[in-house]
């Protein structure tokens, strides 16, 4: 049957404006579900507008929309294309280049996210948030580069497909987990409209010696006392493990109804009636609560009135399910951005996460401690702690220094993870060799004799020449190398303030005390006896050399070459000794263990190994005599002679006392 030209266009109009209608329907209940908070419902209905031809003048706005939606639930790679979408359809909303660049932060792109932050900064140049993303992306790849001592392992036993985060240990014992988990088994198994997972359930996990891992996690408890059909999870306990703390979000046919915190008691295994902690007001949030060792602080999140921005770390004293009013943390902690998931240590250290101050990604996890005047100082845990990702959720091993678990949904996470961090002590080894400063060959039998700042004091023996010892850390040592007939030699080290580990090695000389050894480089102007100034730093060595060897009497040593008279030179050397003596005594040594003597050229240079290794036309055992050098040619005959002028020095005995 033949439809007539005019009922077409009817009917084609018809397609178009249910099409139409159906495009703007999908539009209202997506702003409608976004404007609630309940960003993945509002994802696939904005999805579906986004789709429809009609609607082409709103592309930029419902591109952006959605990759809000996706940015909430910090499913940032899919929010990193639809920001790119909406860049490209010509959004003009700056928070659209601000998201965009986080993105690109959370995905590792720092380079194009620094672009971004600076694009937005041109608009909004007085944005800290923006800032603080800047100077992110300027230390963010060191900070991958060069990550601290922390080693972080995934928890395989403790994950599911499903979300699995906040881990607290049941109390003082480190063998006994709670943690939050959405997967398949919760009570509900109702799925969240705001971030499209189950609603989540407290599971609970005990550490098999004998396996060496963790069991599979089951549900807290049987009779649903503490889970219910509602979201449950951020849980803490007292020190005993008898009282637990928890976060509910409440439900009632897919409206929140508010987040709360509930206290709850256990007895011979069971857990009681949870009670509600009357801390803030209906509609408020009272979420991530953490106790402290003694039970008498409580740490929460809320976005209560008398904040600073989004969520923040509130405090209340108390016990049990009383406490007073809360106090805020202060600026010090809290930002105009979210700060969650504390964590308060026995030693006073409070653990946060925050999306605001700089970081790596999404959620930092960051330290803080009190000065001496009792204001926080906060730093960022850095890499491996923290990610690209979202990282929180962190608790400690009781007694441990650093040891315990965290949650992320960094780079090959499933979804929300737990993962273990242990950091491993520091290492400091100190070793090293004894050598003969003559003849270079190692000096079986010497000892050397360690002192620290800490108390050490001790001799090690260096067996064939070698030496080890495993040093502590903030200590400053002093080791020094010693043995019968030769002078002694010392080194110092510090292992104050070092972050990372290190092996420090040394090697000792010490010169023989049976034959004269040279100073070097003691220069005089030609014909005269007046030190150098460049001469002054290998007497100031041998200053070091007595103090280091403080029962020695030694003999200062001057010598010429065979130019000009015996008489002359005799002189020269003596009043050339003499000003090196004369100098080593103005530096504090006393007079009476020091002899100046000048030999002018009635001692010739002996050649020793190392200078005929230096000039390959010289022999061990040569004596540099004057007849000896007048046969060698006119250059090497200068070399020969300068080799003579020489400043030596001699032990004469080693018992001296003041």
């Not at 159906?22 to 960003?39: F, P, Q």
């Not at 063998?175 to 198994?189: A, D, M």
């Not at 803030?280 to 003694?294: K, T």
């Not at 046969?631 to 003041?658: C, G, M």
Request: proline residues 4%; contains cysteine.
């Amino acid at each position: 049957m033949k439809i007539p030209a005019f009922n077409k266009i009817l009917l084609i109009l018809l397609v178009i404006l249910l099409g139409s209608c159906s495009a703007r329907k999908y539009m209202k209940s997506a702003a409608t579900s976004y404007e609630i908070g309940e960003y993945y419902s509002s994802i696939e209905k904005y999805r579906k507008a986004y789709r429809s031809p009609k609607l082409r003048k709103e592309k930029a706005d419902i591109a952006f929309r959605v990759a809000e939606s996706y940015y909430h639930i910090s499913d940032f790679a899919k929010a990193l294309v639809w920001y790119k979408n909406a860049i490209k359809q010509k959004n003009s909303e700056p928070l659209c280049m601000l998201h965009y660049a986080d993105c690109l932060k959370a995905t590792q792109k720092y380079e194009d996210a620094l672009v971004w932050y600076q694009t937005y900064l041109g608009v909004k140049p007085d944005d800290q948030y923006a800032k603080n993303g800047v100077e992110a992306c300027k230390e963010a790849q060191s900070w991958l580069d060069k990550p601290t001592r922390y080693m972080v392992t995934v928890v395989k036993e403790l994950n599911s497909k499903d979300n699995d985060y906040c881990p607290v240990f049941a109390g003082s014992r480190d063998n006994e987990v709670i943690l939050t988990s959405t997967r398949e088994i919760t009570t509900g198994r109702r799925k969240s409209n705001i971030t499209g997972t189950r609603y989540a359930d407290l599971f609970t996990s005990k550490f098999e010696i004998q396996k060496q891992k963790w069991e599979t996690p089951k549900l807290l408890e049987e009779n649903q006392v503490i889970n219910t059909t509602n979201d449950e999870g951020a849980a803490t306990l007292s020190d005993r493990g008898d009282l637990m703390i928890f976060t509910r979000c409440r439900y009632d046919k897919s409206k929140d109804l508010g987040t709360e915190l509930l206290v709850a008691n256990q007895s011979r295994g069971d857990w009681s009636e949870p009670t509600l902690l009357e801390l803030v007001g209906d509609s408020l949030i009272a979420a991530h609560p953490s106790l402290s060792s003694d039970g008498t602080t409580l740490y929460f999140v809320s976005d209560r009135p008398g904040g600073y921005g989004g969520k923040d770390i509130w405090m209340a004293k108390g016990k049990g399910n009383s406490f007073d009013k809360p106090v805020n943390l202060g600026p010090e902690i809290n930002t105009p951005g979210d700060e969650m998931f504390p964590c308060i240590r026995e030693n006073g250290e409070l653990y946060f996460s925050s999306n605001y101050l700089p970081g790596l990604g999404g959620l930092d996890i960051f330290k803080a401690a009190k000065d001496e005047k009792g204001k926080w100082e906060v730093e960022n845990m850095k890499a491996p702690i923290n990610s690209p990702g979202d990282d929180f959720g962190i608790t400690f091993s009781k007694g441990e220094i650093d040891k315990g678990l965290f949650s992320s949904n960094r780079k090959g996470s499933k979804s929300d993870d737990i993962y273990s961090f242990y950091l491993p002590p520091k290492i400091f080894n100190a070793s090293g060799e004894i050598f003969n400063k003559e003849t270079n060959q190692k000096i079986d039998g010497a000892m050397v004799r360690i002192i620290g700042t800490d108390g050490t004091n001790l001799k090690v023996r260096a067996n064939g020449g070698r030496f080890q010892y495993k040093l502590k850390p903030e200590t400053e040592y002093v080791l020094a190398a010693f043995k019968d007939g030769y002078l002694n030699d010392k080194a110092r080290l510090s292992t104050i303030g070092l972050e990372d580990s290190k092996d420090y090695k040394f090697i000792f000389k010490l010169a023989p005390t049976d034959q004269p050894i040279k100073i070097n480089n003691i220069n005089y102007a030609f014909g005269s006896y007046e030190i150098t100034e460049g001469s002054k730093a290998s007497l100031d060595s041998l200053v070091q050399l007595l103090i280091l060897n403080p029962t020695i009497k030694i003999e200062l040593m001057a010598h010429t070459d065979f130019v000009g008279s015996d008489q002359f030179n005799s002189e020269l050397s003596q009043k050339r000794a003499q000003s090196a003596v004369d100098y080593i005594i103005s530096k504090g040594i006393t007079a009476s263990r020091l002899v100046a003597k000048g030999y002018g050229e009635t001692w010739p240079k002996k050649v020793t190994r190392e200078i005929a290794k230096q000039y390959d036309w010289l022999k061990r055992g040569d004596e540099l005599t004057e007849e000896f050098i007048l046969k060698l040619p006119p250059d090497q005959q200068e070399i020969a002679k300068a080799i003579n002028r020489r400043t030596e020095f001699r032990v004469l005995s080693n018992d001296f006392h003041e």
